[in-house]
């Protein structure tokens, strides 16, 4: 981390369509908020790429590009931990169930990496259906102020 | 910016050039389309050199292993070359640096070709 002796507590919400043009806005919004938040340009990239994976499956899989669901993007930060949510309002999947990426006969399948990804750069990862319907993922990465 | 790919030719190896950000939409499908291109012309040597790509993700790598199995089912060769520390990274923690044939050194990578 970098010295970061004037940390602001901070809290971002938007409401995106289910658009690739919000999973470049959502990255964008990450980036700033971690830079903000004081993390070093390695830790801000992986925040950034596991954001950008996190909407592209709620615009892809989850709310399938329909321009009638929205996804819920909120980015949270505190002295302690930078917390990112993203919600959609697609039919669910089966994420207890995924194919291991890393599997010798999984190596070549051309799909099937982002979630490991995010698990990858993130320090805690959750993922939950919402009663309402839906999938929402929690991801955060822990800050530690010099 | 998002992907701009330059194609040349080195004695029989199809070099590729690849800049920018290999992501969902624009960026990858630039890619499949030269990769696919390429083996429609019989272009069996191709060589990706990725020193100038800044940015990848789930979906680009989903495309250089697609391009590597495009080529190699099509009884060609598909290398990488200049790689830097991100995608690098990136194909280590996927293990995918076990699969693809990785040079730092055009030269050695052009003459690395049967």
């Known amino acids: ?146 | 910016m998002s992907v701009k790919l330059n194609t040349r030719q080195v004695g029989d190896v199809s070099v590729v050039d690849v800049a920018g950000r290999i992501t969902l939409g624009e960026g990858s499908s630039a890619l499949r389309d030269t990769l696919r291109g390429m083996v429609g012309k019989s272009q069996k040597k191709i060589l990706l050199n990725l020193g100038e790509v800044s940015y990848i993700d789930s979906s680009g790598i989903g495309e250089l292993v697609s391009g590597f199995t495009t080529v190699t089912n099509s009884g060609g060769e598909l290398k990488l070359l200049n790689l830097n520390k991100r995608v690098k990274d990136l194909l280590q923690i996927t293990k995918l640096l076990t699969v693809f044939d990785v040079h730092e050194d055009e030269a050695a990578a052009i003459r690395s070709f049967a």
């Open chain 1, 1 to 146: 981390m970098r010295e970061n002796k004037r940390h602001v507590p901070e809290t971002v919400e938007r409401f995106l369509d289910s658009t690739l043009d919000s999973v470049d806005n959502a990255e964008e919004l990450a980036v700033s908020a971690a830079q903000r938040a004081g993390f070093e340009d390695d830790d801000v990239m992986k925040i950034g790429m596991a954001v950008r994976e996190s909407i592209v499956n709620a615009v892809v899989h989850g709310n399938r590009y329909s321009e009638h669901k929205k996804v819920r993007f909120s980015v949270a930060n505190n002295k302690q931990r930078f917390t990112v949510r993203i919600a959609d309002e697609g039919d669910g999947f089966d994420f207890e169930n995924l194919p291991d990426p890393l599997a010798p006969e999984n190596l070549l399948r051309t799909s099937g990496r982002g979630l490991f990804l995010v698990r990858s750069f993130m320090d805690e990862f959750q993922i939950r259906r919402l009663e309402r319907g839906g999938t929402e993922v929690t991801l955060v990465k822990y800050v530690v102020s010099k």
